[in-house]
């Protein structure tokens, strides 16, 4: 069976992640490695948005509450392991960690159940109320981040060492590149089985008619609220990933401007689209790396940019390039 054009520039953007920080490795540019990092990283988080924006078709603005979860829950940890000091004592005694896996296993169980409380409420809404009331919770968890000041405020946090992942030295750059990579990998592998599990096609068909699927008894609120839940866990893994890229986790990881950013990285990779979100967010990270050095207003071409992919090519880059439409 013959590969589509979609299938083979997956693939081509998936060697090209890989190679260019392991060519930069050997010309000794570990700034490079930074922002291959950083792309995927930022991709998996857009991978996690996609779930709920691509496939269910819902427009959450308040995703970087997960990505500031994840960050947060990364940062906290650690503080409290190189600190030696417990994160509580009673009932019981609770304590930091820096090994990474607790740490995730921690931001997607911190994640998933804000995301059941955010989405009981907002899937009961839809259109721009659903919108607005995602991008108020989003804004109540940055302002009590702000508010929050044994863990700095609104000056944030820093983490002194990198967290620890078994048998990788995560300081070095292109072993954490690495890890970031696989995990975006298994984001992304996850979210093609969804998709095209029972699951996934019956998000699809609350998607398209929710009065149809509840006639032979699937109830779309449900299923809206797990593929909700279940963005939010990729999107808050994302988030740790961030706090241990930069060693450092503040309100801005919860802000607007950064559910604007992970959206953004949808809508120009492409939505819908299984590699949408890392082709905009290699995208946005070149465009951000090599206009931001030229001028202050760098955002201004992007924002055209973004205009354009809106306005022309709906399927984003993805789309663009494959020249063909999703079936989705």
């Known amino acids: 069976m013959s590969m ?3 299938t083979i520039l997956n693939i081509v953007l998936a060697a090209l992640l890989i190679a260019v920080p392991v060519i930069a490795q050997i010309m000794g540019e570990p700034f490079i490695i930074t922002l291959a990092t950083k792309v995927a990283i930022l991709g998996m988080a857009g991978v996690g948005l996609n779930i709920a924006l691509g496939y269910g078709g819902l427009v959450s603005f308040g995703h970087a509450a997960f990505f500031g979860i994840g960050g947060y829950a990364a940062g906290i940890l650690a503080s409290h ?3 030696y000091e417990p994160i509580m004592t009673a009932p019981f005694e609770i304590n930091g960690t820096t090994q990474m896996i607790v740490i995730w296993i921690v931001a997607l169980i911190a994640s998933a159940l804000v995301a059941l409380l955010i989405g009981a409420i907002t899937l009961r809404t839809s259109g721009v109320y659903f919108i607005m009331i995602t991008l108020a919770f989003a804004q109540m968890i ?3 981040a702000i508010s929050w000041p044994a863990y700095g405020g609104e000056d944030g946090l820093s983490i002194y ?3 620890s992942f078994p048998g990788l030295n995560t300081l070095d750059p292109i072993s954490f590149f690495a890890l970031c990579a696989a995990m975006l990998g298994v984001a992304i592998a996850f979210s093609a089985v969804l998709i095209r599990s029972r699951f996934g096609l019956a998000l699809h068909g609350a998607r398209q008619n929710s009065q149809r699927m509840m006639a032979i008894g699937i109830a779309p ?3 809206r609220l797990v593929a909700f839940v279940i963005s939010a866990m990729i999107t808050a893994w994302a988030g740790a990933l961030y706090a241990d890229l930069n060693r450092f986790v503040s309100p801005s ?3 607007w401007h950064m559910s604007g950013e992970i959206m953004v990285f949808v809508i120009l990779g492409g939505v819908g689209r299984l590699f949408g979100p890392v082709a905009g967010a290699a995208l946005y990270i070149i465009l951000e ?3 931001g050095g030229m001028f202050e207003y760098w955002q201004l071409p992007l924002g055209i940019l973004l205009l354009v992919v809106v306005l022309f090519a709906r399927g984003g880059l993805i789309g663009l390039l494959a020249g063909e439409r999703k079936h989705a």
């Open 4 to 6: 589509n054009r979609e």
């Open 81 to 83: 392991a190189l600190n």
């Open 142 to 144: 940055y302002y009590f």
């Open 161 to 163: 060492v990198r967290n």
């Open 221 to 223: 609120f449900r299923v």
């Open 253 to 255: 990881m919860l802000s």
């Open 289 to 291: 790396h090599l206009l």
